[in-house]
């Protein structure tokens, strides 16, 4: 009697250990989700608008700096215009003293003004001449000295436009600068706002895929609602030998050619390799429904086709990736061993073969992203023939 009591303990313990919550996704946790990646939007735009209008404000503010430059340039050239002006001036006037000398002299010997003046005929003229002489020469001296102040203040004016100048140029290299880096900050924000608002698209057609099947918010997706169809055994008639657990091989005949966990530098190989002729028929390891067909989630684009199974209410997903040609399409009930695709050799492959991966629980792209599938995975020999 004791005995059979601690045989039944043990029993009970076994299924409470096997029974442990499994963590599936809830349609709120997807709705959560798409929540925090739409404030992560919003946020990345109105810091790239934050940055477009700063740009905007440093590029007018090189326009104005340029314009300053310009108008310094025009002072510089208007002021190098009247120095040359006085210069000429400056000429004229000499040269017109000069001829008021060579007016009034004689123009042979060496003290030929003197003796010009000392040649006048009374000292009335000769005062007069004298007069004249200086005072026209004074005049044109006084000219002529107002011009040279002139000069050199413009001379100074023209120096410190120029400094002007020199240091309008530095400021404007300054603000180019400034503004590159702004752009270059609005660039990459930008850049990664196609990668969210596609992860809220995805999402978002997730939910209402789920929604459409009846999903509430505190569901468990493929648990408590749109329940894949069951494993069991004899469900379909493939052409493959259903196991008593419900699964069967994806490749009736084919041997496997690298097996789970194998060395495949620089990873462990994460399913069964199963080496054959392209265009060969694939099959559903067991009753499902199909969730992913495309060539989008890989990163070498492996066409795949991914297959989510209820096995007494537990999921797990099956994955047949390097195929050539697809036989089903995405939300198909399919039935153990019904054709879902053909041998290929696409993504990173380097011949016709198939590789089948395992998860439970978690499925990739299903209730997980590659990182959280990932520990998920397990060896398909768990429920595959092999
Ligand atoms: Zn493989």
Redesign the pocket.
């Known amino acids: 009697m004791k005995k059979k009591i601690s045989i039944i303990i043990i029993i009970l313990l076994l299924i409470t250990c096997t029974t442990l919550p499994v963590h599936a996704q809830t349609l709120k946790e997807l709705e959560d989700q798409v929540a925090s990646y739409q404030a992560e939007l919003n946020n990345k735009n109105s810091e790239l608008a934050k940055k477009q209008a700063e740009s905007k404000a440093i590029a007018s503010q090189i326009v104005n700096t340029q314009n300053k430059i310009n108008t310094a340039e025009d002072n510089i050239k208007k002021l190098e215009d009247e120095i040359e002006k006085s210069e000429k001036e400056i000429k004229k006037k000499s040269q017109e003293s000069k001829n008021i000398m060579s007016y009034y002299q004689i123009s042979d010997g060496e003290n030929t003004y003197l003796e010009y003046i000392f040649g006048a005929s009374s000292i009335t003229d000769m005062i007069y001449r004298m007069a004249v002489v200086e005072q026209l020469t004074e005049y044109n001296n006084n000219i002529m000295n107002d011009l040279k102040k002139l000069i050199a203040e413009n001379k100074n004016k023209k120096e410190e436009l120029k400094n002007e100048q020199i240091e309008l140029t530095k400021l404007k290299a300054e603000l180019e600068e400034q503004k590159k880096k702004i752009d270059a900050e609005a660039n990459s924000i930008e850049g990664t706002i196609p990668n969210v608002q596609g992860e809220v698209k995805a999402l978002q057609s997730k939910i209402s895929y789920y929604k459409g099947k009846g999903c509430k918010s505190n569901d468990v997706i493929g648990v408590t609602c749109d329940v894949p169809p069951k494993v069991n055994t004899g469900n379909g008639g493939g052409s493959g030998i259903i196991n008593a657990n419900g699964f069967t091989t994806p490749l009736p005949g084919v041997r496997i050619s690298?097996g789970y966990g194998n060395n495949?530098p620089p990873y462990p190989?994460?399913?069964?390799?199963y080496s054959t002729n392209c265009g060969r028929p694939i099959h559903a390891v067991a009753a499902g429904r199909v969730y992913y067909v495309g060539e989008k989630l890989d990163n070498y684009h492996a066409h795949m086709v991914l297959i989510v199974h209820n096995v007494n209410g537990r999921l797990v997903f099956s994955q047949y990736?390097?195929v050539g040609k697809y036989a089903v399409s995405e939300n198909e009930v399919v039935q153990a061993g019904q054709v879902i695709a053909y041998v290929g050799s696409t993504g990173w492959s380097t011949g016709c073969?198939?590789?089948?991966?395992m998860s439970t629980d978690k499925g990739w792209s299903y209730n997980a992203g590659y990182y959280e599938y990932r520990p998920h995975i397990i060896n398909p020999g768990t429920y595959v023939p092999h």
Request: aromatic share 14%; hydrophobic share 20%; no cysteine.
């Open positions: 690298n495949y190989h994460k399913g069964y390799d990736a390097h073969h198939l590789h089948l991966e």
